[in-house]
């Protein structure tokens, strides 16, 4: 009894060391490896570097003044559509009190000397008219008289310049006045009534009434590395996206390359210019920030794969074909044009063959 016991509690350890062995065993084999695997499609490589900047009107016109004075009415406000010579504002003048004082000066000196003319006049047309002068002598004061009004005229409207800046005679040409100089939309109208303002000449850009500017044709100014400025031409296109109109794309044809460089932050950059092509009534507000795709080259329906697929020794691209389940085989092919996520596939690919792409994690049974 007690020796089959005995072989009844060696067989149970037995059974437990093999079952030990066992297990340890399956729990230190090899896990099994399985691969996913892709292919190549037919897709378009599109290789393109980004510009930043902002959109503007082509035509952007600084109203100023050509007189200094004090603001004293304004006609329009911002987002006002005007045409060319519209009323922006009116200025009034400050006179010169020395320029004042010699012009009402000159006028009384020409009243004096138009009253002589006319006394003068009236005695010799008495004479004339008694038959004791002749119409020769008579006419020599007319003449002094009609010279005489003409210097008051004169004298009247140069005080009249100096007070308010307008002439009688010019009637609404006054340059109190100030007038757009084009069709546009105003923009921006940066002075009040009463501010004081200066006017435009050779030693002063002047006080800026308001911005006028066509709407109606934008552009996009924008600045590009120098590492890229060499591969633009002009005539290429830029799809641009703007920030404040995220649900629409807007395309633009470069027109300007900058020939200098200017440096910002350390790098080199170069500023460009693209015409910007609007849809019929379609607005877009100055001054927009916009990010511009430029289009360096493009492959139409190409056969591409993912560039992380690649693999590379030296200078040689090569992948891992599938040519029985999970068995893989190197296979060198020659590429073309990438967009830093596909690359176009020259040759060595169909798109009828699996790429290995990854490992995936064991399938454990329980």
Same mark, same amino acid.
């Given at each position: 009894?007690?020796?089959?016991?005995?072989?009844?509690?060696?067989?149970?350890? *037995?059974?437990?060391?093999?079952?030990?062995?066992?297990?340890?065993?399956?729990?230190?084999?090899?896990?099994?490896?399985?691969?996913?695997?892709?292919?190549?499609?037919?897709?378009?490589?599109?290789?393109?570097?980004?510009?930043?900047?902002?959109?503007?009107?082509?035509?952007?016109? +600084?109203?100023?003044?050509?007189?200094?004075?004090?603001?004293?009415?304004?006609?329009? +406000?911002?987002?006002?559509?005007?045409?060319?010579?519209?009323? &922006?504002?009116?200025?009034?003048?400050?006179?010169?009190?020395?320029?004042?004082?010699?012009?009402?000066?000159? *006028?009384?000196?020409?009243?004096?000397?138009?009253?002589?003319?006319?006394?003068?006049?009236?005695?010799?047309?008495?004479?004339?008219?008694?038959?004791?002068?002749?119409?020769?002598?008579?006419?020599?004061?007319?003449?002094?008289?009609?010279?005489?009004?003409?210097?008051? /005229?004169?004298?009247?409207?140069?005080?009249?310049?100096?007070?308010?800046? $307008?002439?009688?005679?010019?009637?609404?040409?006054?340059?109190?006045?100030?007038?757009?100089?084009?069709?546009? @939309?105003?923009?921006?109208?940066?002075?009040?009534?009463?501010?004081?303002?200066?006017?435009?000449?050779?030693?002063?850009?002047?006080?800026?009434?308001?911005?006028?500017?066509?709407?109606? +044709?934008? $552009?996009?100014?924008?600045?590009?590395?120098?590492?890229?400025?060499?591969?633009?031409?002009?005539?290429?296109? *830029?799809? @641009?996206?703007?920030?404040?109109?995220?649900?629409?794309?807007?395309?633009?044809?470069?027109?300007?390359?900058?020939?200098?460089?200017?440096?910002?932050?350390?790098?080199?950059?170069?500023?460009?210019?693209?015409?910007?092509?609007?849809?019929?009534?379609?607005? &877009?507000?100055?001054?927009?920030?916009?990010?511009?795709? $430029?289009?360096?080259?493009?492959?139409?329906?190409? *056969?591409?794969?993912?560039?992380?697929?690649?693999?590379? /020794?030296?200078?040689?691209?090569?992948?891992?074909?599938?040519?029985?389940?999970?068995?893989?085989?190197?296979?060198?092919?020659?590429?073309?044009?990438? /967009?830093?996520?596909?690359?176009?596939?020259?040759?060595?690919?169909?798109?009828?063959?699996?790429?290995?792409?990854?490992?995936?994690?064991?399938?454990?049974?329980?």
């Amino acid at each position: 009894m007690r020796t089959a016991l005995k072989i009844l509690v060696g067989v149970i350890i *037995l059974v437990v060391f093999g079952g030990t062995i066992v297990y340890l065993y399956k729990k230190s084999a090899a896990k099994p490896v399985k691969y996913e695997t892709t292919s190549a499609q037919v897709t378009n490589i599109v290789k393109k570097t980004v510009a930043t900047g902002k959109i503007v009107p082509r035509k952007e016109i +600084e109203i100023k003044p050509q007189v200094s004075g004090i603001v004293a009415e304004l006609f329009v +406000e911002p987002g006002e559509i005007v045409k060319r010579g519209a009323m &922006i504002a009116k200025v009034r003048i400050i006179p010169n009190m020395i320029s004042l004082n010699e012009a009402e000066s000159r *006028l009384n000196r020409a009243r004096l000397a138009y009253d002589d003319a006319q006394k003068n006049y009236t005695r010799q047309k008495s004479l004339f008219d008694n038959k004791v002068i002749a119409s020769a002598e008579l006419q020599n004061f007319d003449l002094a008289l009609k010279t005489a009004k003409e210097s008051v /005229d004169a004298a009247e409207n140069n005080l009249q310049l100096i007070r308010e800046g $307008i002439t009688k005679r010019a009637g609404e040409s006054s340059n109190t006045i100030i007038r757009s100089t084009i069709d546009g @939309m105003v923009l921006t109208v940066p002075v009040e009534i009463g501010n004081s303002v200066i006017e435009s000449n050779t030693f002063n850009d002047g006080t800026t009434i308001a911005t006028v500017a066509d709407m109606g +044709e934008m $552009i996009f100014k924008g600045k590009v590395d120098e590492s890229e400025v060499g591969k633009l031409h002009q005539g290429m296109e *830029l799809i @641009m996206t703007v920030g404040a109109i995220d649900t629409e794309k807007f395309t633009a044809k470069l027109e300007h390359i900058s020939p200098k460089g200017v440096e910002e932050n350390g790098a080199i950059q170069f500023e460009i210019r693209a015409a910007v092509v609007l849809k019929e009534n379609q607005f &877009i507000r100055a001054g927009y920030s916009a990010n511009a795709d $430029i289009v360096l080259e493009k492959r139409d329906s190409v *056969l591409a794969i993912q560039e992380s697929l690649l693999k590379f /020794d030296e200078d040689t691209a090569w992948v891992e074909i599938e040519t029985s389940p999970d068995v893989f085989e190197k296979r060198i092919i020659k590429t073309g044009l990438s /967009d830093g996520l596909n690359v176009e596939v020259l040759s060595g690919l169909s798109n009828k063959e699996k790429i290995k792409i990854q490992i995936a994690q064991e399938e454990e049974k329980k």
